[in-house]
């Protein structure tokens, strides 16, 4: 069975550009979840789909950010404009309804310049 | 909102040597989950503990869970180099909702 995968593994920009990381959980999950991870930080969480629908985005930072996971599979986060503060390591998350153990991705590291 | 605070932030130990690793939450909570992270790699889960005062072992590694669920603690007795990461602790309010707060995770080094 194929794990979670995310795409870019690295991502360089410059401040203003935008980005865009992809998240594709294992099939069958309907649970998804975006967390960053800022250098010596915790895992901090972003927001949480359940299938299609956003269950909680309470920590997306501002409305730079934007998730979508249209049809409930796979999950696409963009930022635009992106900032300096934007930098570190985005993880995706997914795990079946009703259970907890969250099956993490590789992560995109993201620099911003 | 809800903290999960974890100590200590570093830990370095000679091979051989017990480590530990405690987690405190600022609220009670429904469970907590447990996971280690390799150096360059992502978290994998090791478990989940979710009763009032429960102990659960795996191999070298014992997880607690305090009477109150509000602390928890992760002890590795006789480390090896295969230890090394940065283990973190995420508590979930509720079952049903699965939300995770992670705390800031141990970065445990083990010197052989």
């Known amino acids: 069975e194929a794990g979670v995968t995310q795409f870019p593994s690295h991502s360089v920009i410059e401040k203003g550009q935008t980005v865009t990381l992809r998240c594709d959980p294992i099939s069958g999950h309907d649970n998804l979840y975006w967390y960053r991870r800022v250098m010596g930080k915790e895992i901090k969480f972003l927001l949480h789909f359940v299938k299609e629908s956003k269950q909680d985005e309470s920590g997306m930072p501002n409305n730079r950010f934007l998730a979508e996971r249209t049809g409930g599979t796979y999950s696409t986060l963009k930022v635009q404009p992106a900032e300096l503060e934007d930098s570190g390591v985005y993880f995706c998350a997914s795990s079946q309804m009703n259970y907890n153990e969250q099956f993490f991705g590789p992560g995109t590291r993201l620099t911003v310049l | 909102g809800q903290q999960v605070m974890q100590i200590p932030q570093y830990q370095h130990v000679q091979e051989g040597e017990d480590f530990t690793t405690y987690c405190n939450s600022s609220?009670?909570?429904?469970?907590i989950q447990w996971y280690k992270q390799r150096p360059g790699g992502h978290p994998v889960f090791l478990i989940q503990l979710v009763k009032s005062g429960e102990v659960k072992k795996q191999k070298r590694l014992t997880f607690q869970f305090g009477e109150a669920k509000k602390n928890s603690s992760l002890h590795i007795t006789a480390t090896q180099t295969t230890d090394v990461g940065t283990y973190f602790c995420?508590?979930?309010?509720?079952?049903?909702?699965?939300?995770?707060?992670f705390g800031i995770g141990t970065k445990l080094q083990v010197i052989p």
């Open positions: 609220t009670t909570l429904s469970n």
């Open positions: 995420a508590g979930s309010l509720s079952g049903g909702y699965q939300k995770v707060t």
